[in-house]
């Protein structure tokens, strides 16, 4: 049974840093790419960033470069997501992603089969 399990969520004070891990229990697939989506109440899921299994191509929201980096262990279905310089309007509840398609846009939730429930990280002003 795959289950991604997303740790590290909190509360932090404006410019400071968190890091958020997801990892799959079961290693029950075979992913092509992990990624970090965030929502808050009221929106729509927004993309964050997104690794390939190659670790090669990393993709970001341009709200998130330069402060955000993605990492993996796509071997472990495992993916990591170090936020520094954190800002209120990153406050959302962050969920990782796993996909087992190829050729798919990275960029949007359809591309991705499995998700995890979600941390909650909260930058406070």
């Given at each position: 049974?795959?289950?991604l399990?997303?740790?590290?969520?909190?509360?932090?004070?404006?410019?400071?840093?968190?890091?958020?891990?997801?990892a799959?229990?079961?290693?029950?697939?075979?992913s092509?790419?992990?990624?970090?989506?965030?929502?808050?109440?009221?929106?729509?899921?927004?993309?964050?960033?997104?690794?390939?299994?190659?670790?090669?191509?990393?993709?970001?929201?341009?709200?998130?470069?330069?402060?955000?980096?993605?990492?993996?262990?796509?071997?472990?279905?495992?993916?990591?997501?170090?936020?520094?310089?954190?800002?209120?309007?990153?406050?959302?509840?962050?969920?990782?992603?796993?996909?087992?398609?190829?050729?798919?846009?990275?960029?949007?939730?359809?591309?991705?089969?499995?998700?995890?429930?979600?941390?909650?990280?909260?930058?406070?002003?």
């Amino acid at each position: 049974q795959v289950q991604l399990v997303e740790s590290g969520g909190g509360l932090v004070q404006t410019g400071g840093s968190l890091s958020l891990s997801c990892a799959d229990s079961g290693r029950t697939f075979s992913s092509t790419a992990m990624g970090w989506f965030r929502q808050v109440p009221g929106k729509e899921r927004e993309f964050v960033a997104a690794v390939t299994r190659s670790g090669i191509r990393k993709y970001y929201a341009d709200s998130v470069k330069g402060r955000f980096t993605i990492s993996s262990d796509i071997a472990k279905n495992a993916v990591f997501l170090q936020m520094n310089s954190l800002k209120p309007e990153d406050t959302a509840v962050y969920s990782c992603a796993a996909s087992i398609r190829n050729g798919v846009d990275r960029h949007v939730s359809g591309g991705y089969d499995y998700w995890g429930q979600g941390t909650q990280v909260i930058v406070s002003s």
